[in-house]
T-cell receptor, first 114, second 111 residues
Framework: SAVISQKPSRDICQRGTSLTIQCQVD?????MFWYRQQPGQSLTLIAT?????????ESGFVIDKFPISRPNLTFSTLTVSNMSPEDSSIYLC???????????FGSGTRLTVV | KQEVTQIPAALSVPEGENLVLNCSFT??????LQWFRQDPGKGLTSLLL?????REQTSGRLNASLDKSSGRSTLYIAASQPGDSATYLC??????????FGAGTTVTVRA
């Protein structure tokens, strides 16, 4: 399985600002996934990031709010833009190293917007 | 659309008791099913992965079964310990790779 380093682990941000979350994987993967987990809720997929192409966003999530970069096969960033208190959540990245081999998750970024 | 349900939502047991966590899903056309553990405010740790062709997987005190035709999986944790206190999530992977998660079962093991 893969090992994912996710940064930062937590942050407290002012409304109206932006935060960029980074994920570094110890092996090359085609797709990286970004999830949001709102307080008391399960995980919701934000987008799928492929190297060399635009990310694919799920319904309810837009690129202007959650821009994603995927410069190579081991790294991706998610930015939460123009934040409001409703963006307070845990954000997680995930990969599947081989088809059907199971998913590995980063340690999560706990974001609080004040 | 795949719906994943976990019952119960919360569970509190004394130390040493066995735990039984249930996961049901509506679409049996799955690739595999994965059980995760999540500690408060943290990421997900994979516990067990069951492929659609398998009936069960075991790791130490953990055993997970899968009945694909009836859309059910059960996670058994033997001889529970306070360190087992966490939220347990099941996730179903279809052929198109997008995981569907249950809402989780929050377990408290009392010393």
């Amino acid at each position: 399985s893969a090992v994912i380093s996710q940064k930062p682990s937590r942050d407290i941000c002012q409304r109206g600002t932006s935060l960029t979350i980074q994920c570094q994987v110890d092996s090359q993967v085609t797709m990286m996934f970004w999830y949001r987990q709102q307080p008391g809720q399960s995980l919701t997929l934000i987008a799928t990031a492929n190297q060399g192409s635009e990310a694919t966003y799920e319904s309810g999530f837009v690129i202007d709010k959650f821009p994603i970069s995927r410069p190579n096969l081991t790294f991706s960033t998610l930015t939460v833009s123009n934040m409001s208190p409703e963006d307070s959540s845990i954000y997680l990245c995930s990969v599947e190293v081989g088809t059907g081999m199971g998913y590995t998750f980063g340690s999560g970024t706990r974001l609080t917007v004040v | 659309k795949q719906e994943v349900t976990q019952i119960p939502a919360a569970l509190s047991v004394p130390e040493g008791e066995n735990l039984v966590l249930n996961c049901s899903f509506t679409d049996s056309a799955i690739y595999n099913l994965q059980w995760f553990r999540q500690d408060p405010g943290k990421g997900l740790t994979s516990l067990l992965l069951i492929q659609s062709s398998q009936r069960e997987q075991t790791s130490g005190r953990l055993n997970a079964s899968l009945d694909k035709s009836s859309g059910r999986s059960t996670l058994y944790i033997a001889a529970s310990q306070p360190g087992d206190s966490a939220t347990y999530l099941c996730a179903v992977r279809p052929n198109d790779y997008k995981l569907s998660f249950g809402a989780g079962t929050t377990v408290t093991v009392r010393a």
